[in-house]
């Protein structure tokens, strides 16, 4: 039986990660899951937060994800999403800026599909704002 997953996570503009993993986490619809090889196969929708990747020698890698899909395979998975930025490209000062922007335009929006839209962004960039933080505090600590 295999001990490792293959995983490949993609945006809309690139791959952002393809290579294997003895254990993924990440915000599901429903939840966190954790996905280890031989899980049962499964599609769901993703959450905007923190992808967790850890390697076969225990490092980890961390990708910020705007929501999307996930389907698992008993020895793969695989994200899609529109959004998919790697931890230490994230930046928490840019995040805070478009999220001021974003709460400026829900203010002036006045057509419930204009406010949902700006509110699912301001969801997506308080996630990625606070990935940036989470991951500023981790590298101070070490």
């Known amino acids: 039986m ?4 293959k995983v490949e996570v993609v945006s809309a503009e ?6 294997e ?4 986490a990440l915000p599901g ?12 196969p499964l599609i769901s929708k993703v959450r905007p937060g923190t992808l967790k990747i850890v390697r076969e020698d225990g ?6 994800v705007a929501g999307g899909i996930l389907e698992v395979q008993p020895f793969g998975v695989t994200v899609l999403s529109d959004t998919a930025i790697r931890a230490a490209d994230l930046d928490e ?7 001021q922007q974003a709460l400026e335009a829900l203010e002036n929006a006045h057509d419930k ?3 949902a839209a700006v509110e699912a962004e301001l969801a997506m960039l308080a996630a990625q704002v606070a990935a940036a933080r989470r991951l500023a505090n981790m590298k101070n600590r070490h």
Do not use: N
Not at 2 to 5: G, K, R, S
Not at 21 to 24: D, I, L, T, W
């Open 29 to 40: 619809e429903s939840g966190e899951l954790g996905v280890l090889p031989g899980h049962t």
């Open 59 to 64: 490092t980890e890698e961390l990708v910020f």
């Open 113 to 115: 599909q204009d406010i």
């Open 21 to 24: 993993a003895k254990f993924v």
């Open 93 to 99: 000062a840019k995040a805070e800026k478009a999220r």
């Open 2 to 5: 295999a001990t490792l997953l």
């Open 14 to 19: 690139a791959s952002i990660f393809s290579g």
